[in-house]
């Protein structure tokens, strides 16, 4: 079974439970990819959603966490590295997974619970799995937590290019803010 990393080793890391873990740096990349989203009913239309390096895998051993905006700023995200095989997992372990920070109850702040490896909200504790696409287990949240796509080059620079899911209080997750600098 993959659990978290930082459970499994050194207390030296330094986090308590309930941890905020430092947030590094972003750093852009060019490019676009094109992905096709459902817009009202019938009518797909296509939306380009930026490619965005946001770390290298050299950086994030497992039980790291990272967190960045996306697609745009103030769209906050977390990355967890499991160190081991989870569903959507990207990377030469498939460890790798990110997802939007706005729980889809109220928009409150989610982060990592290094205990138990699960996304917890701070507001009303719902309970999201980030081993199983960000699948809700407990508390009022209606939704999974979105998923970014997220891709590794041959560098180990990990890159998010896509996200599944209407981020908490978007009409669209590419509209009405700013794009992160690249
Ligand atoms: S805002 Fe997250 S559970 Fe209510």
Do not use: W
């Amino acid at each position: 079974m993959c659990e978290m990393e930082g459970n499994r080793q050194s207390p030296s890391e330094d986090v308590s439970r309930r941890s905020v873990l430092k947030t590094v740096g972003l750093a852009g990349a060019a490019a676009a990819v094109s992905l096709t989203v459902l817009k009202g009913k019938a009518d797909a239309v296509s939306e380009t959603y930026p490619q965005v390096k946001i770390g290298n895998i050299k950086n994030l051993p497992a039980g790291k966490t990272l967190k960045f905006d996306y697609p745009l700023v103030g769209r906050k995200n977390i990355l967890v590295n499991f160190g081991c095989s989870v569903e959507g997992g990207v990377g030469a372990d498939k460890g790798i997974v990110a997802y939007s920070s706005f729980c889809t109850h109220l928009g409150c702040s989610v982060d990592i619970d290094k205990e138990s490896g699960m996304l917890i909200c701070e507001c009303h504790q719902s309970v999201y799995d980030p081993k199983q696409s960000g699948k809700v287990l407990e508390g009022p949240a209606p939704n999974s937590l979105p998923m970014l796509s997220l891709e590794v080059d041959k560098n180990g620079d990990i890159y998010a290019v896509g996200a599944a899911g209407l981020i908490y209080g978007m009409r669209n997750n590419l509209l009405d803010g700013e794009e992160v600098k690249k």
